[in-house]
């Protein structure tokens, strides 16, 4: 928690002292609204290696408020799908282990943004900018598994052991960051191409964290099919790996996920003139 405190005040020191460096820049102030499609990405316990090797698509609409042409407040909102597999991994105990899920995200972000170079619309030689933005996000998730053919909801079923009333929240917060490029075809319109990023306060994005459970304890308080996706090395190890208090997943490095879109952009707002010193 003292990280995070000490990253929250950093964050806004730098906010600050650049909104205090810009405000002499000749400022555009006003609304945009714009929306992007694009490919989102998970990171977490059944990608270990942070591979790019399970794309799925998502999009995102958002408001944004230009303070002048070098700052600005948004309000975004992603959606995207996720999905993770120990069958694409390299390290032979996932392998063995035999995970995977999907899961549809949804989040709401909020956070400010800064453009390395005066950005105006409409501009002839201001037309285009770096930026990198920070803030936060609200998001929800439902992991879930396939198994023959059919996919299940793993939260209800407490594969890591949870006893009822003690499963992990699917509605949650977490860190939004990232960066991009926008570029103003005209006063009005623009494009924009942003990577961003979620860091999650949670480490069950793909239901997993801890350690095995105890089977029988499962079974009597979940029902056999918990059993059986706690535990998927029975279908391709000779000898299972899933004994009771086993490693299951790093509870130590929370899962995290990515938006890369294309974003086409509206603007409302005005340019306003600097004034002039006599």
């Not at 405000?23 to 990608?47: C, R």
């Not at 597999?85 to 282990?97: A, H, Q, T, V």
């Not at 964290?209 to 998927?232: C, F, I």
Request: hydrophobic share 35%; aromatic share 16%.
């Amino acid at each position: 928690m003292n990280i995070f405190k000490t990253y929250i005040v950093l964050r806004v020191t730098i906010l600050i002292f650049l909104f205090s460096i810009s405000l002499s820049s000749f400022a555009q102030k006003g609304w945009e609204t714009g929306a992007g499609l694009g490919m989102t990405h998970y990171f977490g316990d059944l990608n270990t290696d942070n591979e790019i090797n399970a794309i799925g698509i998502g999009g995102k609409v958002f408001a944004r408020y230009n303070f002048n042409n070098r700052i600005a407040w948004a309000l975004g909102l992603h959606y995207g799908q996720i999905s993770g597999s120990d069958e694409n991994s390299e390290n032979n105990f996932e392998n063995l282990r035999n995970l995977s899920f999907r899961s549809n995200v949804g989040d709401i972000t909020s956070h400010f943004e800064f453009n390395f170079l005066p950005y105006n619309h409409g501009s002839r030689d201001k037309f285009y900018t770096p930026y990198l933005f920070g803030g936060f996000n609200v998001y929800t998730y439902n992991p879930q598994a396939e198994l023959d053919g059919v996919w299940h909801d793993l939260r209800p079923l407490g594969t890591e052991g949870q006893f009822i009333g003690e499963e992990y929240n699917t509605i949650d917060m977490g860190l939004t960051y990232g960066g991009g490029i926008k570029v103003s075809l005209s006063f009005e319109w623009s494009i924009e191409v942003e990577l961003s990023a979620r860091y999650l306060f949670t480490d069950y994005l793909d239901d997993v964290s801890t350690s095995y459970p105890d089977y029988d304890d499962l079974e009597g308080l979940r029902g056999e099919l918990s059993v059986m996706l706690a535990d998927r090395s029975v279908e391709v190890a000779e000898v299972p790996i899933g004994e009771t208090g086993r490693q299951r997943g790093n509870s130590t490095d929370n899962d995290f996920y990515s938006f890369l879109t294309v974003n086409v952009v509206y603007y409302f707002g005005g340019i306003t003139c600097p004034g002039v010193t006599y």
